[in-house]
């Protein structure tokens, strides 16, 4: 395994994070996976074994059995991995159920750490925007956490960009605890992250964390071009997530990664991971899976490395339009364009 620094902070991550999206089946989880403890046991011993340390669950899911199975399958071994956490999304239906309010903040973090089994989160994620509360009451109420030990880190997921940079304006501010992290979705199919979320990743030192970064297992290799959906998987079970909006450019994409992976004899999973682990800011990938099998394929990803040809055969398969202000930006100010600039332009501009 390989570990990188996440954002600015001392705090070392493995390239691979084990997610825990599929561990308890309650209510619509149960079409991504409904593991219980023993499954559950056994994936989390092959990715200590593998050197993943960080273990990445949310409250909301399977409204926290979850966070439930997760720390009872870590109890006694706490102290040597790392656990990520989040809070904001509704989970029941009172009135103060969701948000970014005090009272639902630290009455969720607290609610978390009796799940878990444990004194602390590690990583405590802004699950999703909330337009409502007064970012200043969120960023107190996570320098509380810090402050008492609850919460060693604090970070955002599915912030837009002025989001992110309304949240550190206000952080820097008051000279409170400011996100290290962002949690996103960005694959070779969804590169939108990088009109934004990764230059101000960049810029202001953020760590990224990729979830699903194969697509829901669209790239995985094992869906194609004009066959039917393999029993068992996600689509199967009619999970919709990711969206797809240019179906004839998801099967280019997969068509690539299938040649480049029969060329070095790996995985079409593999190369799209690998792909990932080359992008701007990245310090590691959320990685699911319903078997051992799964994720032992995805840890070969961490040292497959892709030629420059390759590298730019993924870019031309799957590259964004570069939309307003950026093909302006890129006629009259390439010149003097920062390191966050670069996150985004470096692909899009002739060198």
């Known amino acids: ?39 559950a046991r056994k994936l989390v011993d092959t990715c200590i074994d593998a050197g993943i340390n960080l273990y990445d669950t949310a409250n909301m899911y399977s409204t926290g059995l979850s966070e439930e199975i997760l720390g009872e399958v870590l109890d006694g071994r706490r ?54 509360t007064p970012m200043e009451e969120m960023v107190s109420a996570l320098d509380t956490l810090v402050q008492q030990g609850k919460v060693r880190y604090i970070a955002c997921s599915n912030f837009s960009g002025w989001h992110i940079m309304k949240a550190l304006g ?12 962002q949690q996103i979705h960005y694959t070779l199919e969804a590169r939108e992250a990088e009109y934004e979320l990764l230059p101000i990743s960049v810029d202001q030192g953020l760590g990224v964390l990729v979830w699903s970064p194969l697509a829901a297992g669209l790239l ?9 959906t393999p029993e068992g998987s ?54 699911g899976g319903r078997n051992e099998q799964q994720f032992r394929d995805n840890f070969r990803a961490v040292d497959l490395e892709l030629s420059e040809d390759e590298l730019k055969r993924l870019h031309e398969v799957s590259k964004l339009p570069v939309i307003y202000p ?5 006629q009259f100010a390439s010149d003097r364009f920062s390191p966050g600039d670069w996150a985004l332009h470096r692909d899009y501009i002739e060198s």
């Open 234 to 287: 996600r689509q199967f079970a009619g999970w919709t997530e990711p969206p797809i909006r240019d179906e004839e450019k998801l099967w280019n994409i997969v068509d690539t990664l299938v040649e480049i992976g029969d060329a070095h004899g790996v995985s079409a999973a593999q190369v799209a991971l690998a792909w990932l682990l080359t992008r701007p800011a990245v310090s590691s990938l959320v990685i």
């Open 1 to 39: 395994m390989k570990y990188r620094t996440l954002g600015r902070s001392g705090l070392k991550v493995s390239v691979l994070t084990m997610g825990t999206f599929t561990f308890g089946g309650a209510g619509a989880f149960k079409a991504v996976g409904a593991q219980g403890v023993s499954e």
């Open 220 to 228: 995985s290799g094992k869906h194609r071009r004009g066959k039917d």
């Open 326 to 330: 950026y093909w302006h930006q890129q």
């Open 170 to 181: 206000v952080s820097d501010r008051s000279l409170r605890e400011r996100f290290v992290a």
């Open 79 to 132: 102290d040597d991995v790392l656990i990520s956490s989040k809070a904001r999304m509704r989970i029941a239906d009172g009135p103060n159920d969701e948000g970014f309010s005090r009272y639902h903040l630290i009455r969720e973090c607290e609610r978390s750490l009796k799940r878990l089994r444990t004194d602390h989160i590690d990583i405590y994620h802004m699950h999703e925007w909330d337009g409502v």
